[in-house]
């Protein structure tokens, strides 16, 4: 991911997640050195994108998202390999990473990829209020999950 990618990036990122980060995170987090990776088509154009940061000796996933109208066609599991693939470059020990308890197919993805549940941070995401569903703003459970890395799925 490069400055010039941000604009789609954030685009994507404000379809796919109910707390979206900003175009700024996405900006921070370049400039933090966090590894920021776009998947691109033949184009250029953005399919999705994931970012990692390293956490001492092991890595943190912290936002992983594949265009809206593209799911479900092996994308996700693409950038998930190569969130691996990096981990594995850097000699990361383990991924950890924080999910809703209610994306189901998120969860799924990762237990694919190896990712086993290790814990549960009770009512850390915020869920917005969504007037139309008459639904008030909430709270939601994250599902607390790790991959050591010589357990990884090919
Ligand atoms: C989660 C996300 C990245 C998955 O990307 P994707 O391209 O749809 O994933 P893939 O097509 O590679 O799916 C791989 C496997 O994950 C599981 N999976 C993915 N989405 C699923 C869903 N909606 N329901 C059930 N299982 C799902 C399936 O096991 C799937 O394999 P299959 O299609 O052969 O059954 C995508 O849905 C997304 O961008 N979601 C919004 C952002 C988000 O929630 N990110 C994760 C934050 S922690």
Not at 30 to 37: F, I, K, N, P, T
Not at 70 to 96: D, P, S, W, Y
Request: charged share 20%; with cysteine.
């Amino acid at each position: 991911m490069d400055e010039a990618d941000i604009p789609r990036v954030a685009e994507i990122e404000s379809l796919q997640n109910q707390v979206p980060w900003s175009a700024q995170s996405f900006a921070d987090a370049l400039r933090y050195g966090w590894h920021c990776r776009v998947l691109k088509d033949a184009a250029g154009l953005v399919l999705g994108y994931c970012v990692t940061m390293t956490a001492g000796d092991d890595e943190e996933l912290l936002t992983i998202t594949v265009r809206p109208d593209l799911t479900r066609q092996g994308l996700g599991k693409l950038l998930m390999q190569e969130v691996l693939a990096g981990a594995q470059q850097r000699h990361a020990g383990q991924i950890f990473l924080e999910v809703r308890e209610s994306n189901q197919g998120a969860i799924r993805l990762y237990e694919q990829m190896g990712f086993k549940i290790g814990g549960m941070r009770k009512n850390y995401y915020p869920i917005p209020a969504d007037p139309l569903m008459l639904r008030p703003a909430g709270r939601e459970h994250a599902l607390l999950m790790s991959l050591s890395l010589g357990e990884a799925q090919p």
